[in-house]
């Protein structure tokens, strides 16, 4: 009688499947989609996503919080697009609220496949090594609060990379939702204001300043910010110094 059993290597690509999918179509959107979520594509339709959001509040909520979290869970290419999108349609309140709840759910998505897929097995591989890999993770561990908060408030740390990391170093699910939705507020709160404002840059037939996060005005709070999450570490560090 044959044995229906699942062999480990089975069960390796099952549980590997989900990430496999987001990777494959991650590189297929990032080809065919790159002339669709483009800011000329959102000044082209600007009358018709304001009809349409006019005549259907709601259900453009939905669909627009539908649309971001595919677009983060996949990492399709135009989520910069989508936040500017989020203010233009919904103002810079809510509209960066439907912009983090998008992205807090696609962030979380990434995040539960690449754990599944990978993050156990590697997770014990880490906790089991020694020398200098074991104590950066244990470094982690002793600081994940700290830890995830700076690399959702560093605007060099891309998003795809901060939903993998904490996946890998078994970070617990509720501490990572709350973290990235917390943490990705500065950052939307910029671009999604920008969003609001594109009424007045499409009359004028400009672009908006895409890069208003690096403006001392703006980069200061974040830095700011970045001492507040790296501050536990300091002092629990010289505190450990301390105690030597």
């Known amino acids: 009688m044959t044995d229906m059993t699942d062999t480990p290597e089975q069960n390796a690509i099952i549980k590997r499947l989900p990430i496999i999918v987001i990777g494959t179509v991650a590189v297929l959107g ?30 453009t ?31 810079t309140f809510p509209g960066f609220l439907f912009n983090v709840t998008g992205a807090t759910i696609g962030a979380t998505a990434i995040f539960l496949a690449a754990r599944w897929g990978f993050g156990e097995k590697l997770g014990a591989k880490l906790e089991g090594s020694d020398g200098i890999v074991k104590k950066i993770k244990d470094g982690i561990d002793e600081n994940q609060w700290s830890m ?66 690096f403006e001392p005005h703006i980069l200061f709070p974040i830095i700011g910010l970045c001492v507040l999450a790296v501050l536990p570490i300091i002092i629990k560090t010289v505190r450990g110094k301390k105690g030597l």
């Not at 979520?37 to 509040?57: G, K, M, Q, V, W």
């Not at 649309?67 to 500017?84: D, E, K, N, Q, R």
């Not at 995830?148 to 993998?164: D, E, G």
């Not at 996946?167 to 939307?188: M, Q």
Request: no cysteine.
């Open 148 to 213: 995830l908060f700076l690399i959702r408030l560093v605007p060099a740390v891309p998003f795809f990379l901060a939903n993998l990391i904490p996946a890998f170093l078994e970070v617990p699910l509720r501490r990572f939702v709350i973290s990235t939705f917390v943490g990705i507020i500065p950052g939307s709160l910029v671009y999604t204001s920008v969003g609001a404002g594109l009424g007045e840059v499409f009359a004028a037939g400009e672009t908006p300043n895409l890069g208003i996060i």
């Open 30 to 59: 990032a080809y065919f989609l790159r002339d669709y979520l483009t800011f000329d594509a959102l000044a082209e339709n600007r009358e018709s996503l304001i009809e349409f959001r006019d005549a259907n509040y709601l259900l």
């Open 61 to 91: 909520v939905l669909v627009f919080i539908a649309i971001y979290t595919v677009a983060v869970a996949f990492s399709l290419p135009g989520a910069l697009i989508l936040t500017l999108t989020g203010g233009f349609l919904f103002s």
